[in-house]
């Protein structure tokens, strides 16, 4: 992490950093690579990995880079990067109040629930 995302992280302390970055890798991440290891299953092409441990790392290395560029770049990035995830004005949970209240999010939301609920009925 190196530019404006290490000076974000030490500006603005290190627990915030720390609860934008759970954010992200939580309800940006999690969501994609679940999906994708349902897929792996729905496909039946595992080969013995553990589901749970990738699932982990995909989101942190996801959160990670979204994060470093996002921060660097929020006009390119403004899907991937939450910035208010890293607003250290704003509680814990009015972090996720706000990130829930966008039209944006409750697509997004919306969105995963039907895939995630499809991917585990067929992979069931």
């Not at 729905?42 to 996002?70: Q, R």
Request: net charge positive; charged share 15%.
């Amino acid at each position: 992490m190196r530019g404006h995302a290490l000076h974000h992280r030490v500006e603005t302390g290190p627990l915030n950093w720390l609860e934008g970055f759970a954010l992200t890798t939580i309800l940006q991440g999690f969501l994609i690579f679940a999906a994708a290891s349902l897929m792996v299953k729905f496909l039946e092409d595992s080969h013995g990995g553990s589901h749970v441990l990738t699932i982990a790392l995909a989101s942190v290395f996801y959160s990670i880079f979204a994060v470093s560029v996002g921060s660097a770049f929020p006009r390119h990035f403004r899907n991937g990067y939450e910035a208010q995830f890293f607003d250290a004005s704003l509680s814990f949970s009015e972090k996720i109040a706000r990130w829930r209240a966008r039209p944006a999010t409750s697509l997004q939301l919306m969105a995963s629930v039907l895939q995630l609920s499809l991917l585990a009925t067929i992979a069931a």
